[in-house]
């Protein structure tokens, strides 16, 4: 049982993206990254043409190295370093500051049980809704990933694939954005090891 009641509405005019830590480095160790990927590159592209903003973080890339070259972030409002894991440092407070009427935030990136959960329970301590999207989020271990989903669900965070939020965010196929984010989803998102196979 969730810890708080969520309802887990979307808007575009009161959400804001965040990609967290999908970094080159990563790629070799990280469970399904290829298909993570896929569904990320979906993402940053929803975000740019829902007008949603994304904010995107990279753990000590000074080791890790930088976003990876296929995620276009040229649109981002903010790309912050750190060492903490949460997202959560005084750079992207400063951004979240700036937007008074963000209230969800979609949630994505690397790794599940670390820094995207350290940052959905940050955020959720702060009064935000927080959308985890599962196609695009995974761990080193798909343990630490399921469970890392199991515990975010307990605290209140929603678990969610990439269709479902973007089909909420724009919400009507007479939505004016309907058709390209449409384009976005027509094939199906890639098997990231969240369903045994039938």
């Known amino acids: ?42 993402l940053v592209e ?9 904010i995107v973080t990279e753990q000590y890339p000074k080791g890790l190295g930088s976003t990876v ?22 750079e992207v407070e400063d951004v979240l500051k700036t937007m008074p009427g963000v209230r969800s935030v979609v949630l994505f990136g690397i790794e599940a049980h670390v ?14 809704e927080v959308h985890v999207i599962a196609d695009a989020t995974s761990s080193r271990s798909q343990m630490d990933r399921v469970y890392a989903f199991d515990r975010l669900r307990q605290a209140g965070a929603v678990i969610t ?18 058709k390209e984010i449409q384009g976005l989803i027509k094939v199906s998102a890639p098997d990231s090891g969240l369903v045994p196979k039938m």
């Open 69 to 90: 070259a296929e995620l276009d972030i040229s649109s981002a409002k903010v790309v912050v370093p750190k060492t903490k894991f949460s997202m959560l440092v005084p």
């Open 161 to 178: 694939t990439s269709e479902s939020t973007l089909l909420q965010l724009v919400a009507d196929k007479n939505h004016p954005k309907f």
């Open 46 to 54: 929803a975000s740019k043409i829902l007008d949603i903003p994304l």
């Open 1 to 42: 049982m969730a810890a708080t009641r969520v309802l887990g509405n979307l808007s575009a005019e009161t959400a804001a993206f965040f990609l967290c830590d999908m970094q080159e480095r990563f790629r070799p160790a990280i469970k399904f990254f290829p298909e993570i990927l896929q569904i990320g590159q979906r």
């Open 115 to 128: 820094c995207v959960q350290q940052t959905a329970l940050d955020l959720l301590a702060r009064g935000m």
